[in-house]
């Protein structure tokens, strides 16, 4: 039970509430760039008066059940809300969102930019003690790049030399460009120049793995307990499936005097107007992004009282076709089927978040030119032009002679609300039947992994900040491309960019690979994601980055 904090919280209501908020909004109302945080963090210190300090317990809703706890494993932002709290790489991005050193206190890149060497923190300790090493980084990045291990990051690695090979298995693990010359240095090697690597190794895809622990236990990331080792602000205390996360302030942290949460309650709440009610009712301090959602229906309401935070965000909203499967295998139906959805109508009417209408796949915030688009939104016309041709040359004579669509969406009341608006579209301006199928999202996402879907829901928002994190997705058929879709081409392209050393050559390179991407059509683009969300305005300090990630480790109640 909360103390002082909670009982502060009901007593005020919704009036100190709408109050707290209104000022937040003041703050946070200038569009900001792609890697600035909503919220500055502060290492200030809490009131002096020892017997007024609120208790220092942040409860928050995390969704579901992280899908993996391991660094190495997961894809997700309800597992990445919990590791980025949890552990830690070499770098660790700022308030500003600029990566700063943090498990490596020294970092030299080579004038070439082409050879960095990370020095280890003297007092860069695991949750249990033990230090962390150079070796412990050498180790993960190498069991990720094991395609045997089932990483769908592995390929945020390729940028290290020869890692895509060993991937591969062209080349042996030992031909890596990683190496732990000792247990206090690590140098990494690249296959080019890659300006965003510091962003990268902030990314968890990067973060290390306790080689002892992960030798002696290798399922130690399954539950809570002594197995369970990491090295961030705050450590897995308990482990509850399917209803709670409790970390709690880890003590071994090199900073952990930076630290003023003593614990992080994570519930697993899987209802908007749940969510809703528990922080007006003082059992959240937080609803919404980047982890929850508000009720749909609510979004007017608070949204005229001013009780919502909205900033932009390095996200892109899109439905997945499963392109090894008819009749979406046939381009011009792919497009037909895009075309054929009214995008305004869905943000204006239905999220009410204040998104941008996307036709095309990187967000503005890393592509200007995007917030126009790539093609017409609703273009009617074309659509129906488009399914004639694309029918014609599968050699269906109408609409009834294709096969059965069915639109997969995870349960959930925004993708519910979008799913049937889409049906409607799709079935008023092409004519053609469409089955609704919607299931937990843990089942949900491991069908679309494995490909048993035909259009499905999903997104992506940022991992760093530049276009290639959108654009690499769909470089090959491994790892998060679950549609399938591959084309030589953009493929070469996107290889030609990294390359390319002049940063405007290397934006037009990209530029032109993503026109092949959205003619291609394998992905529906249909809104630029926004950050939208309300808190307990005594929260202070937690870190929403423009790529759509909170850290918590500088939160605190004031």
């Known amino acids: 039970m909360r103390s002082s904090a909670n009982r502060w919280w009901q007593k005020t209501g919704k009036a100190v509430f709408a109050a707290g908020l209104a000022l937040s909004l003041a703050a ?35 969704f579901t059940e992280p899908l993996s706890l391991h660094p190495g494993l997961i894809s997700d932002v309800w ?13 660790r991005i700022d308030d500003k969102g600029v990566p700063q050193p943090a498990m490596a206190e020294e970092i030299k890149a080579s004038d070439d930019l082409l050879t960095y060497t990370f020095t280890m923190r003297d007092n860069a300790k695991w949750s249990n003690g033990d230090p962390v090493t150079a070796h412990d980084f050498e180790n993960a990045w190498k069991w990720a790049l094991d395609s045997k291990n089932g990483s769908q990051y592995a390929y945020q690695l390729f940028y290290i030399k020869n890692a895509e090979a060993a991937f591969a298995g062209k080349v042996k693990p030992e031909e890596i460009g990683v190496k732990a010359t000792d247990d206090k240095t690590l140098v990494v090697q690249l296959e080019n120049p890659t300006p965003f690597f510091l962003e990268l190794t902030a990314f ?16 130690w990331a399954k539950e809570a307990g002594p197995a369970y080792t990491s090295n961030g602000p705050f ?39 749940t969510e809703l009610s528990m922080l007006e009712g003082g059992d959240l301090d937080w609803a919404g992004a980047p982890t929850g959602n508000l009720p749909l229906d609510a979004m007017p309401t608070l949204k005229e009282k001013g009780l919502l935070v909205i900033t932009p965000k390095a996200g892109t909203y899109w439905y997945e076709f499963n ?8 381009k011009k139906i792919r497009q037909a089927f895009s ?31 995007n917030e126009q688009g790539l093609f017409t939104d609703n273009d009617m ?8 041709e694309g029918m014609k040359e599968e050699g269906y004579a109408n609409v009834d002679q294709l096969p059965p669509i069915t639109l997969s969406y995870n349960t959930e009341e925004a993708q519910t609300k979008i799913a049937q608006a889409v049906q409607d579209m799709w079935q008023k301006n092409l004519g053609v039947h469409v089955k609704l199928e919607n299931q937990e999202w843990n089942v949900y996402y491991e069908n679309v992994k494995n490909g048993k879907f035909q ?57 032109e690979a993503e026109k092949i991407l959205v003619d291609e059509m394998p992905v529906i683009p249909f809104y630029f994601k926004s950050t939208v969300y309300a808190q307990n305005p005594k929260l202070k300090g937690v870190v929403i980055s423009g790529l759509g990630n909170a850290q918590y480790k500088w939160a605190y109640f004031e």
């Open 235 to 273: 450590k897995l205390a308990a482990w509850e499936h399917k209803n709670k996360l409790t970390l709690t302030k880890n003590e071994h942290y090199w900073d952990a005097d930076a630290v003023k949460l003593t614990k992080i309650e994570m519930n697993m709440i899987n209802d908007a107007n």
């Open 28 to 62: 946070c109302g200038q569009p900001q760039e792609a890697a600035k945080p909503a919220t500055q963090p502060t290492t200030e210190a809490t009131p002096a008066n020892a017997s007024a300090q609120p208790e220092q317990v942040l409860r928050l809703n995390n």
């Open 339 to 369: 075309y054929a959805i009214n995008r305004k109508d869905i943000v204006e009417n239905i999220t009410q978040g204040g998104e941008l209408v996307a036709t095309a796949v990187v967000p503005p915030t890393m592509f200007a030119e």
């Open 79 to 91: 597992s990445s809300n919990v590791i980025f709290q949890t552990f830690e790489g070499l770098t």
């Open 323 to 330: 392109t090894e499967q008819k009749p979406f295998h046939n």
């Open 455 to 511: 259009v499905a829901r999903m997104g992506w928002t940022g991992d760093f900040n530049d276009p290639i994190n959108f654009l690499e997705i769909f470089r090959t058929k491994e790892g998060n491309n679950h549609t399938r879709w591959e084309n030589r081409q953009y493929a070469d392209l996107l290889a030609a960019s990294a390359k390319e050393k002049d940063a405007a050559k290397r934006k037009a390179i990209l530029q």
């Open 381 to 388: 016309e074309k659509a129906k032009q488009l399914l004639a």
């Open 204 to 219: 968890y895809s990067y973060f290390p793995l306790n080689t002892k622990v992960v030798k002696d236990n290798p399922d």
